[in-house]
T-cell receptor
């Protein structure tokens, strides 16, 4: 099993630019989660999907953040426009029936 | 609101020196308590799920235990390769006032010196 796949692994962009992070969950898993990790706040849930439907987006910090899951094998997290305070590591995780989650390697985002 | 507090924030051990990490939690109806290991530059790696008080699970030098208020991750005779950040998370039942989302603690950074 390839595990959860995320791309890109590293992203450096300038303030105001659009950033799109991508995730491919483990095949057969029916729930997908987007997290953000920083030293100050630890691991925070941004949004999660169940069977491709967004269930809880209360962790999305602002309207600048949006997420989609057009099918069971792909999800995107978009930040538009990006700001320096968005710099963090973004993780995608997937699970079957909301039990143990399996995380991807993360995308390290730096906004200058 | 579900909460998780991990202690200590950081722990340094000598190789072979056993110790325990603590995870205190409050949750409305515990569905599961999860332990993860995270190495620098990587995503959290799943270790254990505990479902009810009194349950224990083991994997190599690690043993996780659970009570109604806290969980311990016991590390027996650790080796340098056990150095990592260990994360604890809880999941509740929505119909009992909890949340099916995982709520993570800030983690314990373990360093094992040779």
């Amino acid at each position: 099993d390839a595990g959860v796949i995320q791309s890109p692994r590293h992203e450096v962009t300038e303030m105001g630019q659009e950033v799109t992070l991508r995730c491919k969950p483990i095949s057969g898993h029916n729930s997908l989660f987007w997290y953000r990790q920083t030293m100050m706040r630890g691991l925070e849930l941004l949004i999660y999907f169940n069977n491709n439907v967004p269930i809880d987006d209360s962790g999305m910090p602002e309207d600048r953040f949006s997420a989609k899951m057009p099918n069971a094998s792909f999800s995107t997290l978009k930040i538009q426009p990006s700001e320096p305070r968005d710099s963090a590591v973004y993780f995608c995780a997937s699970t079957l029936n909301l039990y143990e989650q399996y995380f991807g390697p993360g995308t390290r985002l730096t906004v200058t | 609101e579900d909460q998780v507090t991990q202690s200590p924030e950081a722990l340094r051990l000598q190789e072979g020196e056993s110790s325990s990490l603590n995870c205190s939690y409050t949750v409305s109806g515990l569905r599961g308590l999860f332990w993860y290991r995270q190495d620098p530059g990587k995503g959290p790696e799943f270790l254990f799920t505990l479902y009810s008080a009194g349950e224990e699970k083991e994997k190599e030098r690690l043993k996780a235990t659970l009570t109604k208020k806290e969980s311990f991750l016991h590390i027996t005779a650790p080796k340098p390769e056990d150095s990592a950040t260990y994360l604890c998370a809880v999941q509740g039942y929505p119909h009992q006032g909890g949340s099916e989302k995982l709520v993570f603690g800030k983690g314990t950074k373990l360093t094992v010196n040779p």
